[in-house]
């Protein structure tokens, strides 16, 4: 079993959508947990990074972090043709060295 | 200009072969990662090195070595490459402050050994 699980897709989904991009985890000592977006033929650019549990909004983006369920959303409002990429959960035991533990990624496609 | 730049974007090998795939930065980070992205498996550690003289194995190293010839380069070679290692690599950077900081990532080789 991997440590960070991830559907991968592909998530097809009209524009104007609603989108929730979700991750499970099995380790109980990821503390920081991040999305990061990829274009195709793009690195990996960070997106969203919350620590602990909560919620964290940034314009059209929340990252909702329970770690009482190890289990981690991405959601995206009114999505745009724009946001189509493959999305990748990271996850961190602590900030000293930056080891990421990835997702497989999740594609997603929003169609005009 | 790019902060992270790799070479080349794309390699067709056959097994056996010797290969180093390169990495530059502009940042002016002291850390520099080397990942492996195979679909499905999002990306995984190869090595990776705090300074020049601190280099590190991460999950999966055994087939690579890596040299770090200044701050600024950090090159992956595939001393005899085989067809598993066909892969999408990346090269990242992050700086050492205290927090958390943010890995940079290059835009990419994708390796094909025949």
């Known amino acids: 079993q991997k440590e960070v699980e991830q559907d991968p897709g592909p998530l097809s989904v009209p524009e104007g959508a609603i989108v929730s991009l979700n991750c499970t985890y099995s380790?109980?000592?990821?503390?920081?947990f991040m999305w990061y977006r990829q274009y195709s033929r793009k690195g990996p650019e960070l997106l969203m990074y919350t620590y602990s549990s909560g919620n964290k909004e940034d314009g059209r983006f929340t990252a909702q972090v329970d770690k009482s369920s190890k289990y981690i959303s991405l959601f995206i409002r009114d999505s745009q043709p724009s946001d189509s990429a493959t999305y990748l959960c990271a996850m961190s035991v602590n900030n000293a060295g930056n080891m990421l533990t990835f997702g497989g990624g999740t594609r997603l496609m929003v169609k005009p | 200009d790019a902060d992270v730049t790799q070479t080349p974007r794309n390699r067709i090998t056959k097994t056996g072969k010797r290969i180093m795939l390169e990495c530059s930065q502009t940042k002016g980070h002291d850390r520099m990662y080397w990942y492996r992205q195979d679909p499905g498996l999002g990306l995984r550690l190869i090595y990776y090195?705090?300074?020049?003289?601190?280099?590190n194995k991460g999950e999966i190293s055994d087939g690579y070595s890596v040299s770090r010839q200044a701050q600024a380069k950090f090159s992956l070679s595939l001393e005899s490459a085989i067809p598993n290692q066909t892969a999408l690599y990346f090269c990242?950077?992050?700086?050492?402050?205290?927090?958390?900081?943010?890995?940079?990532f290059g835009p990419g080789t994708r390796l094909l050994v025949l």
């Open positions: 090195s705090f300074d020049v003289k601190d280099i």
């Open positions: 380790n109980s000592a990821f503390q920081y």
């Open positions: 990242a950077t992050s700086a050492s402050r205290r927090g958390w900081e943010t890995q940079y």
